[in-house]
């Protein structure tokens, strides 16, 4: 299996040289060549299968220059450190499916890509004999996820700049009681942005960039994205092993991430009936699909913060296939973007679109409803960006087919909001109680990028 460019810049490159450079070098992201199917019968016979094991025969399908002893390896302990012996469970409540994916150590969805690559990343490094110092600015999840990801492994180091005080208390502490000597955190005066600029500003510097192998975790990589789309297999097989017919999927949605993992495992062939995005207030993605309206908007701050987001960087790979695999037209729509403002679709392309997803958006109001009665209803208490997705389900998907709503964060991730819809916090787990008495390490800095700089050259690994 070989990977290409959404630009068509590049020659094709390997598994591993792709989970490597993680951006193309030509600015596009990369693919596989072509997506391997699976059979109705080869999906049958993976009923018995654990969820690491499903997991090899997904994703194995797009590596070749790795063993099978080590990818097995690799598989089994990333999802070793998930407390659910399922490691994605699956849960019926009142009428919908929910996919619990935050049994991972940060108790949000990313660990699940995350402990992966942080595996991937020891295993290729070790056999090259290379190092890396991935560095990165978080608002609190994909952070945290990262830092956990790598944590104590051979040959990385890793840097990761969050606004000091502007993060939750939780999501602080899941990244500064993590002590390990290749983990640095910063936590920056300023605000998330500032963050931000000062990582774009290191890794602008090329010569920089080269000299201390400077490696991102963006929702970017390709390996990312193949590690969950082996739960979209998982929550297939167990509903359809209760008797469903029809399975759809509600996926909330931010950097499309996620989402696009569905469309690659309905392009391997897994029946999946609607693929229903939601959105919050930051919607042009259910513009762009009921509409055909993808034009920019400012980002506004709603109680599901890990999708106030505008330009959904995985978006580009969904857009290469929409435009026929061709990396001129893919170009084309960038640039429209940058003078104008938006992407325009052909009307035959705007079929394709709304064959491929469905989408709703659900404001603040909406959302904290769904805690509200959902909860009623069953009991069960929803994060806000899960209870974004099971809005949407409610609204837009059948009632007579399966609908498996994906539940990205764990509440007690989002207790503030929890509570504002329901008067009370959401349960304390026990890892997250125990956050409150261990030992913490982070440098606190202000938002000079030469004091960041020179941080980083005296920490590299
Ligand atoms: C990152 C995140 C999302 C959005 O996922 P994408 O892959 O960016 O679409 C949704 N919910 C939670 C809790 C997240 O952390």
């Keep these: 299996m070989r990977y290409i460019s959404t630009r068509g810049g590049i020659a094709p490159i390997s598994f591993k040289d792709a989970v490597m450079m993680g951006l193309a070098s030509d600015g596009g992201l990369l693919l596989p060549q072509t997506y391997p ?3 109705r019968q080869q999906l049958e016979s ?3 299968l654990t969820y690491p094991e499903l997991a090899y025969e997904v994703i194995s399908r797009y590596v070749d220059d790795i063993s099978a002893d080590d990818l097995k390896n690799i598989i089994s302990r990333s999802y070793a ?5 399922d490691v994605t469970p699956l849960i019926k409540q009142d009428g919908v499916y929910i996919l619990e994916l935050f049994h991972g150590v940060t108790l949000a969805f990313k660990d699940v890509a995350l402990q992966f ?10 056999e090259r004999n290379q190092t890396l110092n991935i560095i990165g600015a978080t608002s609190g999840d994909t952070g945290s996820a990262a830092i956990h990801g790598v944590r104590g492994k051979k040959g990385i180091t890793i840097f990761i700049l969050h606004p000091h005080g502007k993060t939750s208390a939780v999501q602080a502490l899941q990244m500064t009681s993590v002590t390990d000597a290749n983990v640095h955190n910063i936590a920056v005066r300023g605000t998330f942005d500032d963050c931000q600029d000062m990582v774009k500003e290191l890794f602008g510097d090329l010569e920089f960039k080269e000299k201390y192998s400077l490696g991102a975790v963006n929702s970017i990589n390709w390996a990312r994205v193949l590690a969950q789309v082996v739960y979209y297999f998982y929550a297939w097989l167990r509903v359809t092993d209760g008797g469903e017919q029809t399975v759809s999927f509600s996926v909330p949605t931010g950097n499309f991430g996620d989402i696009f993992a569905g469309y690659v495992a309905r392009r391997m062939g897994l029946p999946i009936d609607k693929l229903l995005l939601a959105t919050n207030e930051n919607n042009i993605l259910t513009r762009f699909i009921t509409a055909a309206d993808y034009s920019l908007g400012t980002v506004v701050s709603t109680v599901s913060p890990s999708m106030d987001i505008q330009i959904a960087s995985n978006f580009e790979r969904y857009l290469f296939h929409l435009f026929g695999e061709n990396p001129e037209r893919v170009k084309g729509a960038f640039a429209e ?7 325009s679709c052909s009307a035959e392309e705007m079929v394709t679109v709304q064959n491929d997803f469905c989408s709703a958006s659900v404001n603040q109001e909406a959302t904290l409803e769904e805690i509200r009665d959902f909860y009623a209803e069953t009991g069960y208490l929803l994060d806000p960006h899960t209870a974004v997705g099971v809005r949407g389900a409610r609204q837009l998907l059948p009632e007579d087919t399966a609908r498996v709503c994906l539940a990205t964060a764990h509440p007690a991730k989002f207790s503030e909001t929890v509570e504002r819809a329901l008067g009370f916090p959401a ?8 956050l409150y008495g261990k030992a913490t390490r982070c440098d606190v800095m202000d938002a000079d990028i030469e004091k960041v700089r020179a941080f980083f050259v005296s920490h590299v690994g």
């Design 37 to 39: 199917t699976v059979t």
């Design 46 to 48: 993976w009923r018995q």
């Design 81 to 85: 450190t998930f407390s659910h012996a």
């Design 117 to 126: 690559l942080g595996n991937l990343f020891e295993h290729i490094l070790a």
């Design 337 to 343: 973007l940058k003078e104008q403002g938006r992407i």
């Design 427 to 434: 349960p304390v787990p026990d890892s997250v109680r125990e």
